[in-house]
């Protein structure tokens, strides 16, 4: 029922960008990103709905693929302040109003 | 601060002891949920309320958890007979939620628990 994230961990130097995929194998009706600093509380991104709808920090972007359930988040033009791990959480048609998260992508972004 | 609130942020106890933890959540959040997270890990989900009622609970949850919300503001996670595979960041997250839409969480920073 876990999400899988990929990839596991990436490096970055300033400025490159990045993408962090989850897939779920249940049918979704939405998908949160969050990212998290060590020892910090988990910080809300974006979310996305099943039929479009997103809602999230303008520099951040995603994707949501309702047929493949699977979502993307782009990372552009990376600052050294994205680094930590991001996090998606899943909210599948079968298991309600409650997220699932996967196991985590480690971001590293170097100067 | 307007945020998630949680109390204590550390706690050292010794197997066998019983622990409750609190979160104050954003105020005007109807929903709240309590989650686990480990090492290497992403938070767990344990249980959520919906004001003051308790709307799920993990089925991994051990009877000896249970949580309150008794006015539909602030919740207690009480954790009975500590055990060592129990030690863990307990975190607390709110969010308002109007009927099924799903809204973003806002995390609290955590409670980390260490069982001896």
């Known amino acids: 029922q876990q999400p899988v994230q990929s990839p596991q961990a990436v490096i970055l130097r300033e400025g490159e960008d990045a993408v962090i995929n989850c897939s779920s194998s249940?049918?979704?009706?939405?998908v949160h990103w969050y990212r998290q600093k060590h020892g910090e509380a988990p910080v809300f991104l974006m979310i996305?709905?099943?039929?479009?709808e997103q809602k999230g920090h303008e520099k951040i972007s995603a994707s949501f693929n309702e047929k493949k359930q699977q979502s993307s988040l782009y990372l552009t033009a990376s600052q050294l302040s994205y680094s930590g791990t991001y996090f998606c959480?899943?909210?599948?048609?079968?298991?309600?109003?409650?997220?699932?998260f996967g196991a985590g992508t480690i971001l590293r972004v170097k100067s | 601060d307007t945020g998630v609130s949680q109390d204590p942020r550390h706690k050292i106890t010794k197997r066998g002891q019983n622990v409750t933890f609190r979160c104050d959540p954003i105020?005007?959040?109807?929903?709240l949920y309590w989650y686990r997270q480990t090492l290497g890990q992403g938070p767990e989900f344990l249980t959520y309320?919906?004001?003051?009622?308790?709307?799920?609970k993990s089925r991994l949850l051990s009877d000896r958890f249970s949580a309150e919300r008794p006015k539909g503001s602030f919740s207690t996670l009480e954790i009975q007979r500590t055990e060592q595979g129990d030690s863990a960041m307990y975190l607390c997250?709110?969010?308002?939620?109007?009927?099924?839409?799903?809204?973003?969480?806002?995390f609290g920073p955590g409670t980390r628990l260490t069982v001896t």
């Open positions: 249940k049918a979704l009706y939405s």
């Open positions: 997250a709110s969010s308002f939620s109007r009927g099924d839409n799903p809204y973003e969480q806002y």
């Open positions: 309320f919906q004001n003051e009622a308790q709307l799920e």
């Open positions: 996305l709905l099943k039929g479009g």
């Open positions: 959480g899943t909210e599948g048609m079968e298991y309600g109003n409650k997220l699932v």
């Open positions: 105020s005007e959040h109807n929903r």
